[in-house]
């Protein structure tokens, strides 16, 4: 076990290197500026599975946690001038708590119910923050980058390294969420709640932690989104695409496991980019919306389910 | 500031304003609280239904008539939708729940990305000779679009009413929803009904959703405030109560009216959904729950 533990940070370490590598290599800015999303929706897709896959309280929320962590980034920014990493923290503190506030909504709400519970927060806060003239209202505020740190050249890069080092992170805590007696009860309250509860399964101390979990890596996720766009307004910070996005992925990838919503934010991430830049930012939604249809129905293990059937036959070919 | 007849003008419009509301949930109150079914697609089918009010509007109907004539459409188009639903979910009976949401997820991102490229993002009204004009009732001044669609919403909610009361089909889908077992064990088949239950449901959303566009302006996105509204409504009303839908619907209505009046349109949005956070937290079996 201890092996494998060094594995993944001695794997996650290269990745970080190789990222950082990358920020040397790539002239063309363009690519992290892409690729900067696509990291976002990793964060955000492996975020959702720790509450929605592992525990099947399906969220639909996400946009508000993503929202909250776009907000807290500038408060803190416009009040205290405060640096990206600290940015982050903030947000990551405030998801944690707004992820608790969720928490104790499944108390009472399972099923649809939670899920019609988690949109109206999102409309409810973004209806706040609408209100709220010192971060701009329903008008948008434009943020001014700070000047750019080294060891790197150009903002964006940096933005890019900070993402992956934020992928890591998430994974990470998914992960470990996962393997250990978390992920467990989580799995048990998915498959009977009652009975979890019945056999000494702590359930409401589970779910808080895992929606505090979750909520805090969202919300981070959120934070570098102001300094990225240099702007940031109500309508996009709170855009119900992050909550489809986050859950198309991950039952596109597959919830069964940490790496389902990499996979899947991975594929989708780079098809919407793809599209978007070729044809129409319409037509992602649209993709988004039939691939989730297609997989719900089709494939309910997601692509990991597919890959893992594919390498059942071959092996059992090889066999025979 | 606050006088009695801003007061009074706001409960007046309140009133239509929630008739109006239980028109267009009581398609959810049948799908989602009869049938269980997490229809959260349903304010993306009453969005079709105004843009195909608007289409044949453009054309030269009128848009209740034009909801009327695409009754028969949504009924075919709420047939297949809960075949597909019961086809791969409720039969199988596997985690329903969470696959099942994400499934009307996704249709409600068709529909609205479907509708984006058909007519387009900006915001599209109807022309009717009833629209534009205001009558005076006393002090109160009641625009005539709000009195139609506030007739609509009464005929539509008493028809229902009456049909899952009086006629036979309509008691045989209030029965699937009390108990299927003792339905099947009678000799009908639950699958026939319910697929008929949701047929009418989504039939209806088509005369509902010509009645959102008399209202007022829709653009493709406005099915996500009618997310909290429709379901703030079913929930209130306690699930599958039909006279229950249409005094939910007037208590939102004045809710929002009054709130509306006194701290400005800015907040509207959220008043359905802080309203359906607490119903579910005090009493999430509604005011006339089964």
Redesign the interface.
């Given at each position: 076990m201890s092996m494998r533990r060094h594995g993944f940070w001695i794997g996650a370490l290269c990745v970080l290197a190789l990222a950082y590598g990358l920020t040397l290599a790539i002239r063309n800015e363009y690519a992290f500026f892409a690729g900067f999303i696509i990291l976002q929706f990793i964060v955000l897709a492996t975020a959702w599975n720790i509450l929605?896959g592992y525990a099947?309280y399906?969220n639909?929320g996400t946009s508000a946690f993503f929202g909250i962590g776009v907000y807290t980034a500038i408060f803190l920014f416009k009040a205290l001038g405060a640096p990206l990493l600290v940015q982050m923290a903030g947000a990551a503190v405030m998801g944690a708590l707004l992820g608790f506030v969720t928490g104790l909504l499944t108390l009472?709400?399972h099923?649809?119910?939670f899920?019609?519970?988690t949109?109206?927060?999102t409309?409810?806060l973004?209806?706040?923050v609408?209100?709220w003239k010192y971060v701009g209202g329903?008008t948008g505020i434009q943020v001014l980058r700070p000047p750019v740190t080294e060891p790197f050249d150009s903002y964006i890069k940096m933005l890019f390294v900070i993402g992956v080092a934020l992928v890591i992170v998430a994974v990470a805590l998914s992960r470990h969420v996962q393997g250990s007696w978390i992920g467990r009860g989580l799995r048990a309250i998915r498959d009977d709640e009652t009975a979890a509860e019945c056999t000494g399964v702590p359930t409401l101390r589970l779910k808080l932690l895992a929606c505090s979990i979750s909520g805090a890596l969202m919300c981070a996720a959120g934070a570098p989104s102001a300094m990225y766009l240099q702007f940031a307004d109500t309508t996009s910070a709170f855009n119900?695409n992050y909550s489809?996005s986050a859950?198309?992925m991950s039952?596109i990838g597959g919830?069964s496991h940490w790496a389902g919503p990499v996979l899947g934010a991975i594929v989708l991430g780079v098809t919407q980019q793809a599209l978007t830049v070729t044809i129409s930012s319409?037509?992602n939604?649209?993709v988004?919306?039939?691939m989730?249809?297609l997989f719900?129905?089709g494939a309910?293990e997601g692509l990991l389910g597919l890959l893992r059937k594919g390498w059942a036959r071959l092996a059992r070919g090889g066999g025979s | 500031m606050f006088s009695f007849e801003l007061l009074l003008d706001a409960v007046v419009l309140g009133v239509m304003l929630g008739c109006f509301y239980a028109a267009v949930s009581i398609g959810l109150s049948v799908s989602?609280g009869l049938l269980d079914v997490?229809h959260?697609a349903h304010p993306a089918f009453l969005v079709l239904g105004a843009y195909g009010a608007y289409a044949l509007n453009q054309a030269g109907w009128d848009p209740i008539v034009a909801g009327i004539v695409l009754t028969p459409l949504f009924y075919v188009l709420g047939v297949v939708a809960y075949r597909?639903y019961f086809e791969?979910f409720e039969k199988r009976g596997?985690?329903a729940?969470?696959?099942g949401?994400?499934?009307f997820?996704?249709?409600?991102?068709?529909v609205?990305?479907?509708i984006?490229?058909v007519f387009g993002v900006d915001q599209r009204t109807v022309q009717a000779g009833y629209i534009g004009k205001a009558i005076d009732i006393g002090d109160v001044r009641i625009p005539m679009r709000m009195i139609a669609a506030f007739g609509g919403a009464l005929a539509l909610t008493l028809a229902l009413t009456a049909y899952f009361s009086l006629t036979f089909s309509g008691r045989a889908i209030r029965a699937v929803a009390q108990d299927e077992i003792a339905l099947r064990l009678m000799g009908a088949n639950p699958l026939k009904v319910k697929q008929l239950a949701f047929g009418i449901a989504t039939a209806v959303v088509a005369v509902a959703g010509a009645l959102l566009i008399i209202v007022g302006p829709v653009e493709p996105t406005t099915h996500?405030?009618y997310?909290?509204r429709t379901?703030c409504v079913v929930?209130l009303a306690g699930l599958g109560s039909m006279h229950g839908t249409l005094v939910a619907g007037i208590v939102l209505g004045v809710v929002e009216s009054i709130v509306l009046t006194l701290y400005g349109a800015?907040?509207a949005?959220?008043i359905s959904?802080?309203m359906?956070?607490v119903v579910?937290?005090i009493r999430?079996q509604g005011m006339f729950g089964r």
């Open positions: 929605g099947g399906v639909f009472r709400l099923g649809i119910f899920s019609i519970a949109v109206a927060m409309i409810i973004e209806t706040l609408i209100n329903a119900l489809v859950l198309a039952l919830t319409e037509l939604v649209l988004l919306g039939v989730l249809i719900v129905v309910p | 989602f997490p959260v597909v791969t596997s985690d729940g969470v696959r949401l994400a499934f997820f996704g249709v409600t991102f068709i609205e990305v479907g984006i490229m996500r405030v997310i909290g379901f929930v800015s907040w949005p959220a959904f802080a359906l956070l579910l937290a999430p």
